[in-house]
């Protein structure tokens, strides 16, 4: 429901009338909206993170430059199924940026990923991360250049596709 109709216009009673479950139920697993939708971001970076483990086994015995590109092209792809969900982090984090206790949560969200994705750095590309910056800035730089992306990326197209490989020729000439 998030996915098509946002995060804004799905009520705690659409979420419980789709799954089958009483408010009680809802409330017995969340305390909040906001509380379930954080789960389910955590779930998506931790399907995502698994994808990029999987192409980091791959790339291993690649060149330096090729693994960067690489992953760097796959910590910023965006497939045309996901529309729904950058749409919803688009919108969530826009309320968070309005709302300090979800800021410090979402902030919580993105430490997490980031050190997740630093980890993956260290372990694939530990020799081309730039000169004089740690493997989490490496991480902090291409999150937020996915999220620009995201936003600038969300209706698809050939200027989305031009954008994605700009960006990682760009990220990934800085790594490689």
């Keep these: 429901m998030f996915l098509s109709a946002g995060y804004a216009r799905t009520s705690i009673e659409d979420i419980c009338t789709a799954a089958g479950y009483t408010r ?13 939708v954080l789960a389910l971001f955590d779930e998506q970076a931790a399907e995502r993170m698994s ?11 690649l060149g330096p430059e090729e693994r ?9 792809r965006v497939e045309p199924a996901e529309t729904g969900w950058i749409l919803l982090f688009l919108e ?7 709302t300090s206790e979800l800021a410090h949560r979402v902030a919580a969200h ?12 260290e372990r694939v590309l530990p020799e081309v991360l730039p ?14 250049a ?15 596709e031009e954008l994605l490989s700009a960006a990682t020729a760009v990220l990934a000439g800085l790594l490689g």
Excluded: W
Excluded at 51 to 61: D, I, M, W
Excluded at 68 to 76: C, I, K, N, P, T
Excluded at 146 to 160: F, I, K
């Design 24 to 36: 009680g139920a809802f409330y017995s697993n969340f305390a909040t909206k906001e509380d379930l």
């Design 51 to 61: 994808k990029l483990e999987h192409l980091a086994a791959a790339v291993g015995p």
């Design 131 to 144: 000169r004089g910056a740690s493997a989490e800035q490496a991480a902090e730089v291409i999150l937020a």
């Design 92 to 98: 969530f984090r826009l309320l968070a940026a309005r």
């Design 68 to 76: 960067a590109r690489r992953l760097v092209e796959a910590l910023l």
């Design 110 to 121: 993105d430490r997490a990923v980031t050190a997740a994705v630093a980890v993956l750095l």
């Design 146 to 160: 996915r999220e620009g992306l995201l936003a600038r990326t969300a209706a698809g197209g050939p200027a989305a």
